[in-house]
């Protein structure tokens, strides 16, 4: 079974404080790991993906990596508008093309002024 | 931009009910699904379909069936709402192939009471 850990749960940071969100996985075949912002009462919103170890992929204050077992979310000089839940999810081969995301239960970052 | 309209913000049933949650894409994409999300469960996917007439379960299918029509038409299907069902559903797209992002709806809050 496909699972996905997300720590911490929830994080309170100073604006400007850089800081890292965690993702481990297990999968058998990993296809891909997504990261996703949701603003609270809104879908999930596409941050990154990635597809094998070592990849990186940045995005203004935010830069994602992927090892064999873990993905993290690494956030620099974040400012309010940086605050949501940020979420990771894998795909797996042996689920088939279409298949859906596994996802974790997110970690909840505030960033105060 | 990719767009996936869900018909309802807020919808409250009554148990017994027969539900139909509606979601559409305008990106001709392949694949659709359907999640639901509760607090400290996270995402949990319900149903998928990969083509036209054709669908998938996923982790949590019971209580609901699905119906795909048309390619950019995905509906989820509450026979017998109950109690239980009350949660953030949300619907997302993607395209077939090695690297189908999945975009999301803004999300259906269903209350039944």
């Known amino acids: 079974e496909d699972q996905v850990t997300q720590s911490p749960e929830a994080l309170r940071l100073q604006e400007g404080e850089s800081s890292s969100l965690n993702c481990s996985y297990t999968?058998?075949?990993?296809?891909?790991l997504f990261w996703y912002r949701q603003d609270p009462g809104k879908g999930p919103e596409f941050l990154f993906t990635?597809?094998?170890a070592g990849e990186e992929k940045e995005k203004e204050r935010l830069k994602a990596t992927l090892t064999k077992k873990e993905s993290f979310l690494h956030i620099t000089a974040p400012k309010p508008e940086d605050s949501a839940t940020y979420l990771c999810a894998v795909q797996a081969y042996h689920r088939g093309g279409a298949d859906g995301l596994t996802f974790g239960k997110g970690t909840h970052l505030i960033i105060q002024p | 931009d990719v767009k996936v309209t869900q018909s309802s913000r807020y919808l409250v049933k009554r148990t017994g009910e027969k539900v139909f949650l509606e979601c559409v894409q305008d990106m001709d994409h392949e694949n659709m699904f359907w999640y639901r999300q509760d607090p400290g469960l996270g995402l949990r996917l319900i149903y998928f379909s990969y083509d036209v007439k054709m669908k998938e379960k996923g982790d949590i299918p019971e209580g609901y069936s699905v119906s795909r029509e048309k390619k950019e038409r995905f509906s989820l299907i509450l026979e017998s709402a109950s109690t239980n069902q009350t949660s953030m559903y949300l619907c997302?797209?993607?395209?077939?192939?090695?690297?189908?992002?999945?975009?999301f709806g803004a999300g259906t809050r269903l209350s039944v009471l």
């Open positions: 997302a797209s993607s395209f077939g192939g090695a690297k189908n992002i999945q975009y």
């Open positions: 999968v058998s075949g990993l296809r891909g």
């Open positions: 990635l597809y094998s």
